[in-house]
């Protein structure tokens, strides 16, 4: 008769499972994280204000806004020493917040972030942009109270369905939206010479949007 091991004799016990992450969960931060890390094949997921988002899948149009906006952004952060512009980090902003905005841009020497040990954001970036479906989206309501409080000192929010673009500055507190400059251009207050034609964005116009991100207002 063969010997039967038990878990005491050979010293294993199996690694307990880790649960899946579900929409609509209420989890600190740090589960959370374990979580997420546990299932590689989410690319996006988000804890806001303690509760779980899954990002649906992204179709073209999502895609195609994004990738403008990003490249709207790397082109400012390669021509400014100091700033960088990241797609779809992490980003820690207290301990009930975890979020994945689509592009931030940051200032990596006297900026309020910084990149942590495991590689993911903490605290906040200057400016924070979202890509959304519409005024319906989370990005324009719960997320913009959150960014508000951590100090995001400007949060841009692109409805792509709603054909409309918001883009806000902190002040005194609160976010005001940005008024516009000349020929559809809004400039930052926070990276000087960040210019957006909102007009050329809305119209899929990328080539415009590049030419007057440096524009005078």
């Known amino acids: 008769m063969g010997h039967v091991q038990t ?13 899946a992450l579900e929409t609509g969960d209420h989890l600190s931060r740090a589960e959370f994280q374990r979580r997420y890390e546990a299932m590689p094949h989410i690319k996006k997921a988000e804890l ?11 179709g073209a149009k999502h895609a ?33 917040n975890e979020v994945q905005p689509d592009t931030v841009l940051r200032r990596t020497v006297g900026g309020a972030s910084r990149v942590n040990s495991r590689g993911y954001l903490e605290g906040a970036p200057e400016l924070v942009i979202e890509v959304a479906v519409s005024s319906a989206s989370y990005d324009p309501h719960d997320k913009r109270r959150v960014y508000r409080r951590s100090g995001v000192q400007e ?14 500055t902190l002040t ?28 050329a964005l809305l119209a899929g116009d990328p080539a415009a949007v590049l030419a007057g991100l440096r524009a005078a207002p």
Not at 7 to 19: D, I, L, N, S
Not at 67 to 91: F, K
Not at 173 to 197: I, K, Q, T, V, W
């Open 7 to 19: 878990v005491e004799a050979t010293g294993f016990r199996p690694m307990p499972r880790v649960p």
């Open 48 to 58: 806001v204000e303690g509760v779980v988002y899954m990002a649906s899948p992204v």
């Open 64 to 96: 195609r806004a994004r990738a403008v906006i990003a490249g709207w952004a790397l082109a400012y952060a390669a021509g400014a020493p100091g700033v960088e512009a990241l797609d779809n980090a992490t980003v820690i902003l207290d301990a009930d």
């Open 155 to 168: 949060y841009m929010v692109w409805r792509i369905d709603d054909g409309a673009l918001d883009w806000w």
């Open 172 to 199: 005194d507190g609160e976010y005001r939206p940005l008024a516009p400059g000349g020929a559809d251009l809004l400039g930052s207050e926070a990276f000087p010479g960040l210019r957006l034609n909102v007009a």
